[in-house]
C-alpha cells in the first residue's frame, strides 16, 4: 500500500468531480499515490459516478447525509489513520485543483522533513496561481483571511483558504490537535489544521499551486458569502482570542 493517500471531498459535483477523477488518473500522481473520494451524502448521481471508477482503484466513503466539509476531511483523516498512511493530500472536488501538482505539496515532507504544505495561488503566477473567473467577493475574502490568521499567528501567511494541502498523518497524536469538535464539522476544520500546525511549532510551509475556477454556469462553490466566510473566520478568531482550542 502507498503511504499517501489523496482525498478530493464532494457534495452534488457529478460533473466536476468525474473530470477531477480523470485528470487524477492520467497524472504521475497516479502511480505512488493511493485515491480516495469522500462523498458527503450526494444526492445528484454523483455517488454511482465515483462507484463506476471501482476498477481504476478509486476508493469511496459516503455519508448517510450531508455533514459539511469538515466532517467529510474528518472522515478522510480517520481512515488514513486506521489504514496507516503517512501523508494525506486534500484537494477540491469541484476541479479547480490540477493533480500533477500534487508533487509539488509532497515533496517538502518527504524530502525536506516538513509537517504541513500549504498550497498557495498568490505565491506566484509563474509557477501557480490563479486561473479562470474568480468571484469578486472572494477575491477580496482570500486576501482578507490570511492577512487576519498572520496577524494572530505572527507570520505572514499568502493563502489560508484554498484547500489545496498535504500533511503528515502523524499531526494527529499531537492530543492539543482536536479535530473532533462538533464546531469544526464545516468549513472551520481547514483553518483550523492550519492555525494550531503553526502556533504548535509544526514544520511548515506554503507552495505555488494553481485554483482555476469552472465556468459560472457550471457553478463557482456551496459556500454562502456571508454564513459560509464566517465559517471559515470563526477559527481565527476563536483560536487567536483563545475562546476555543
Known amino acids: 500500500m502507498s503511504k499517501i493517500l489523496v482525498c478530493p471531498v464532494a457534495f452534488n459535483e457529478h460533473v466536476k468531480l468525474k473530470n477531477v477523477i480523470t485528470r487524477f488518473l492520467q497524472s504521475p500522481a497516479r502511480e505512488f499515490c493511493d485515491y480516495l473520494v469522500v462523498d458527503d451524502g450526494s444526492t445528484d448521481g454523483t455517488t454511482e459516478?465515483?462507484?463506476?471508477?471501482?476498477?481504476?482503484?478509486?476508493?469511496?466513503?459516503?455519508?448517510?447525509?450531508?455533514?459539511?466539509?469538515?466532517?467529510?476531511?474528518?472522515?478522510?483523516?480517520?481512515?488514513?489513520r486506521q489504514k496507516h498512511y503517512e501523508i494525506l493530500?486534500?484537494?477540491?472536488?469541484?476541479?479547480k485543483d490540477n493533480p500533477n501538482e500534487i508533487p509539488r505539496l509532497i515533496d517538502p515532507i518527504l524530502n525536506d522533513g516538513y509537517d504541513f504544505v500549504q498550497g498557495s495561488r498568490h505565491l506566484s503566477k509563474k509557477e501557480g496561481g490563479m486561473g479562470g473567473d474568480m468571484p469578486f467577493y472572494r477575491k477580496i475574502a482570500t486576501k482578507l483571511h490570511p492577512f487576519l490568521m498572520s496577524i494572530f499567528i505572527g507570520r505572514k501567511l499568502t493563502d489560508t483558504t484554498n484547500g489545496f494541502r498535504a500533511f503528515r498523518l502523524s499531526l494527529f497524536d499531537d492530543k492539543r490537535i482536536n479535530i473532533h469538535q462538533e464546531w469544526l464539522n464545516h468549513y472551520e476544520l481547514e483553518p483550523y489544521l492550519l492555525f494550531k500546525t503553526i502556533t504548535l511549532g509544526y514544520k511548515f510551509t506554503e507552495v505555488p499551486v494553481t485554483k482555476t475556477y469552472p465556468p459560472k454556469k457550471l457553478g463557482y462553490t456551496k459556500m454562502k458569502p456571508l454564513v459560509g466566510w464566517w465559517s471559515i473566520l470563526k477559527p481565527v478568531f476563536y483560536l487567536g482570542l483563545r475562546i476555543k482550542k
Open 49 to 80: 459516478m465515483i462507484q463506476s471508477f471501482d476498477k481504476d482503484g478509486v476508493m469511496t466513503i459516503k455519508h448517510p447525509a450531508r455533514e459539511g466539509v469538515g466532517s467529510a476531511i474528518r472522515t478522510a483523516i480517520q481512515y488514513a
Open 89 to 95: 493530500v486534500i484537494m477540491a472536488g469541484n476541479d
